[in-house]
T-cell receptor
């Protein structure tokens, strides 16, 4: 599975949009981009995933560049409860594919 | 939907004893389950992958005789830490996926193991 690069930390004011970038320049054609987050001392929570097209759900939007070498997770109106470590993971769709976590981005939402 | 439950949430055990952690998928059939370990201020490290009815596949460096994984049914997997030592103290997290329905995996809430 391709590796990902994320900034180690970011700050965001409450109510503002949080834009979390992720580079995955070695992604291959059948690999998906997944985003999870982990709030302190809890298991990771699935947010969203995509292959080529931009995706949106009740939690966030995922913007994938046309060349698929990078993506951005957007939390449209960040709240204090969105403070967490956000992981961008690239994974194939096969049954043997695994979710391999990198170091993620620690998002701190402030008043 | 897609709820994964782990039990216990935390456990303290004496050095040399064994501890069993359960992972259940409550509303779907987990064809594949994953076990992770996380040390403080570090990311999740995959320990092993198990498919229902077959032996688990362990990641390099993970001792299969120390971390016994059983995935006997489509809704339950167990991780047994045998002869636990203080260095096994960690946050253990399971994840489950129904390969026939989704590509994403869902995680349990984790188990904090402290070996004294």
């Amino acid at each position: 599975d391709a590796k990902t690069t994320q900034p180690p930390s970011m700050d965001c004011a409450e109510g503002r949009a949080a834009n979390l970038p992720c580079n995955h320049s070695t992604i291959s054609g059948n690999e998906y981009v997944y985003w999870y987050r982990q709030i302190h001392s809890q298991g990771p929570q699935y947010i969203i995933h995509g292959l080529k097209n931009n995706e949106t759900n009740e939690m966030a939007s995922l913007i994938i560049t046309e060349d698929r070498k990078s993506s951005t997770l957007i939390l449209p109106h960040a709240t204090l409860r969105d403070t967490a470590v956000y992981y961008c993971i690239v994974r194939g769709s096969g049954t043997a594919s695994k979710l391999t976590f990198g170091t993620g981005t620690r998002l701190q939402v402030t008043l | 939907g897609a709820v994964v439950s782990q039990h216990p949430s935390w456990v303290i055990c004496k050095s040399g004893t064994s501890v069993k952690i359960e992972c259940r998928s409550l509303d779907f059939q987990a064809t594949t389950m994953f076990w992770y370990r996380q040390f403080p201020k570090q990311s999740l490290m995959l320990m092993a992958t198990s498919n229902e009815g077959s032996k688990a596949t362990y990641e390099q460096g993970v001792e299969k005789d120390k971390f016994l994984i059983n995935h006997a049914s489509l809704t339950l997997s167990t991780l047994t830490v045998t002869s636990a030592h203080p260095e096994d103290s960690s946050f253990y997290i399971c994840s489950a996926r129904d390969q026939g329905r989704w590509t994403e995996a869902f995680f349990g809430q984790g188990t904090r193991l402290t070996v004294v």
